[in-house]
Structure formats: C-alpha cells, structure tokens
T-cell receptor, first 110, second 113 residues
C-alpha cells in the first residue's frame, strides 16, 4: 500500500463544473499537505498548500484537510479545459521530503 | 518571479557513462531537493540539502552522489549510467524554515541509450 493514495482517474468533468479530487495518506505524523498540477512532460506546479484542518480557498481552488480521517481533497470550481492535467497530492513533515501519490488525471471537456 | 533553474534540460548518454545535473534554487531558498520521475510514475525523492549539508536521503543509488555548494546551487552526479536511469530529474527548492512549500524546476530529461 502506498503512503499516499489517489484515484488515478481519468476524472472527466464538463467545462464550468466542479472537479473534486481526493487523497488519503497513511502517516499520522504528516504535517504538510500540497496539491501540484503537472502537465504531460512538465514539472509539478504548486497550486495549494494546507497545514491545518478545515478549508483553504485560493481563487477557483479549495483545499480541504481532515487529519483525523487522514484525508485531503481539492475542489476546482468553474473547471476550464486548461485545467486538464494530472493532479498530484503530496504529503510531508516540515522540511522533509515530499511523498507523492500517483496522481489523478483530470479531463475537462468543452 | 525567479524560478528554479536546471541545466541541461535534455541529456542523452550511453550506458556506463557519467552525467552531471545542475540546479540553481530560487534566491534566498536554502533547501534543495532532488526527485526522479519515471514515465507514468510519481516523483520519487532522491536526496536533499539544507545549508549545504545533506539533510535527508531517499532511494538514491550508490552510483549517484550530490552536493550543495556555497552559492546554494546543487549538482547531482550520476555514474555508470544504466538504461533504467532514463527519467525526468527535478530539483525543487524551499525557503526551508520559513515555509515548507517546495517549488520545482523545469527538470532535466535524461535518456540513457
């Protein structure tokens, strides 16, 4: 079992809809949680970080963290075709290395 | 805003050759991480440095070594290259004690033939 689990998808949503991506992790001492977007052949781009239980909003993105359930999610509102990419959930402990999930491929169709 | 710089962007080597990858972190970032990403896989941590000292080590082969220099740039040295070393190699930098966020460079695509 991987330390960070994600549904590989693809997750297909129509343009303008809300995309919901989920991630679970196994290490209870994890303290830092990140969502990265990665286009094919490109580098991971940090889009959200969250450290405390609850929601954190940034533009069209909302990250949700529930440490008791060891669960992190990312909501993308008003999805656009340009949001089509692989979304990587990453978990860390302070300045330690990041442990990545295998990523969820999101497809937004017009 | 300045980003992480990696060179070269593409590298083709033959088996048993040596390769050196370079990483220049974002200014004032004191922590550097190296990750390897194979085709269709998630990034795997190799090694990290904080203030020029190795801070953590992951699944890095003994054939690989790395260091961080006084100007905070880092180099990943890979010897006796194998076909399986073909991958994308990313460097990420972080402000370290100020923030745990890691920012990735564009990567070096290494192809071993």
């Amino acid at each position: 079992q991987k330390e960070v689990e994600q549904n590989s998808g693809p997750l297909s949503v129509p343009e303008g809809a809300i995309a919901s991506l989920n991630c679970t992790y196994s290490d209870r001492v994890s303290q830092s949680f990140f969502w990265y977007r990665q286009y094919s052949g490109k580098s991971p781009e940090l889009i959200m970080s969250i450290y405390s239980n609850g929601d954190k909003e940034d533009g069209r993105f909302t990250a949700q963290l529930n440490k008791a359930s060891q669960y992190v999610s990312l909501l993308i509102r008003d999805s656009q075709p340009s949001d089509s990419a692989t979304y990587l959930c990453a978990v860390g402990r302070n300045t330690d290395k990041l442990i990545f999930g295998t990523g969820t491929r999101l497809q937004v169709f017009p | 805003a300045a980003g992480v710089i990696q060179s070269p962007r593409h590298l083709i080597k033959e088996k048993r050759e040596t390769a050196t990858l370079k990483c220049y972190p974002i200014p004032r970032h004191d922590t550097v991480y190296w990750y390897q990403q194979g085709p269709g896989q998630d990034p795997q941590f190799l090694i990290s440095f904080y203030e020029k000292m190795q801070s953590d080590k992951g699944s890095i082969p003994d054939r690989f070594s790395a260091q961080q220099f006084s100007d905070y740039h880092s180099e990943l040295n890979m010897s006796s290259l194998e076909l399986g070393d073909s991958a994308l190699y990313f460097c990420a930098s972080s402000p370290g004690r100020e923030s745990y966020e890691q920012y990735f460079g564009p990567g070096t695509r290494l192809t071993v033939t």
